[in-house]
């Protein structure tokens, strides 16, 4: 009698599981961008979904449960998806099946319902194109498993509730402040060439690659040939609530064969070599020549001195300096393979993660050559937004976008 009443209770719960109402896939739009291909799905209403990638081909696996489509999908194959296949399985998972060219790890996404969808779910296919590095094309800043072992992620709703509205979610704020600038040139080339200029045509191009990112937004300290002090350029990332402060320089030393790029942080006991000793003093002297004097205990700098014992900021900003030497590394010389500190004052928020990158040494002829190059700026600024992203990928502050994408059930 019991196994009967398992039986019947069996078929009961399957049929209700199969007859419930599906939500419908009423269509699939792909946009083809420069830098990605993104492929947006409408949705009848709310449903739950999971993502997982295999290997050998490399394939990008999305189920929507209890999901089916009355429209013939179609989906151009265009770099980075070289395949496509769907079915729906007798379970009620509608499985799409991405065949890709490369390793990079697609984006999934919610997108805010609009008037005519309830649930809208976007996957943004990351691309290699012609004018991509050869360093870019291996892969080798965003590890894969290699394993064939399927690695799903958890299922998760698929629609915005009440609570979980765009309001409630933000960008990672990152603030990109190309040093020096107007009165101040900076270091000098052999060649003539200015610091102020380079670190600003890098900064530029790092704040579009970091702002081509979902969930990224970054905000430079100048746009242009004009000076700022260091408190001007810490005001303005407190200002803009920045989740990190990163400075770019290109410097000079004694030595003209010394080169490579340098990652530093700000230390709380000293620096960390002769180099940053050095260097630490020659770019705070600079806020001197704006006719500033940083010992005149303003409240800024009187909260920062107090918050230096905050280690954790450090802690976080050595963290993300070493993601930068390992994105850096394969397009760059590096000065040092690990990350420098020194008492840089424009490092000194209590509680921005921040970082100053050397991108070379100008005194180096041949350094400077390549820091000329608008070919290397830009590669040189990609790996930097590389290794910001592989951090905030795995750190991301609470009230952001990618925080909600990463942690919470991910809704359309």
Request: hydrophobic share 40%; aromatic share 10%.
């Amino acid at each position: 009698m019991k196994r009967i009443f398992f039986v019947a209770l069996t078929i009961f719960l399957f049929s209700f599981s199969v007859f419930a109402k599906p939500i419908i896939l009423r269509d699939m739009r792909v946009q083809n961008l420069s830098q990605d291909m993104r492929a947006t799905l409408y949705l009848s209403s709310s449903t739950q979904y999971r993502t997982f990638t295999l290997h050998n081909p490399t394939r990008f696996v999305v189920d929507l449960k209890n999901t089916r489509t009355y429209r013939r999908l179609q989906f151009p194959l265009r770099n980075p998806v070289v395949d496509f296949k769907y079915a729906t399985h007798r379970d009620g998972i509608f499985r799409m099946v991405f065949g890709l060219n490369n390793r990079f790890t697609p984006i999934v996404h919610t997108l805010p319902p609009d008037q005519f969808h309830q649930a809208r779910l976007q996957i943004i296919f990351p691309r290699l194109s012609s004018s991509t590095p050869s360093w870019l094309k291996h892969n080798v800043f965003l590890p894969q498993k290699t394993s064939k072992n399927i690695t799903a992620e958890p299922i998760g709703k698929a629609v915005l509730t009440d609570t979980e509205n765009s309001n409630q979610h933000r960008d990672i704020i990152i603030v990109v402040d190309p040093g020096h600038g107007g009165k101040d040139p900076g270091a000098t080339g052999p060649g003539g060439t200015h610091e102020k200029t380079i670190v600003l045509s890098i900064s530029k191009k790092l704040q579009r690659w970091i702002d081509e990112q979902p969930g990224y937004r970054a905000l430079l300290t100048r746009t242009g040939d004009y000076y700022l002090t260091l408190r001007q350029r810490l005001r303005i990332a407190r200002k803009d609530k920045a989740d990190m402060f990163i400075a770019i320089h290109a410097d000079t030393w004694r030595n003209r064969t010394a080169g490579g790029v340098s990652v530093f942080a700000l230390s709380q006991k000293g620096a960390t070599s002769e180099a940053a000793r050095w260097l630490a003093a020659r770019e705070n002297a600079s806020e001197l020549m704006g006719g500033v004097d940083l010992q005149d205990k303003s409240h800024l700098l009187k909260s920062v001195l107090i918050n230096l014992s905050q280690a954790a900021t450090i802690r976080s900003s050595l963290e993300i300096g070493n993601d930068l030497l390992a994105t850096i590394k394969p397009i760059a010389r590096l000065h040092h393979d690990r990350v420098e500190q020194a008492a840089f004052v424009v490092l000194k928020s209590p509680d921005i993660p921040s970082l100053l990158v050397e991108t070379g040494f100008l005194s180096n002829p041949n350094e400077e050559r390549k820091l000329r190059s608008q070919t290397y700026q830009n590669k040189l600024a990609y790996a930097i937004m590389l290794g910001i992203r592989h951090y905030f990928s795995t750190h991301p502050p609470r009230d952001t976008w990618l925080s909600y994408w990463r942690h919470h059930p991910r809704n359309t």
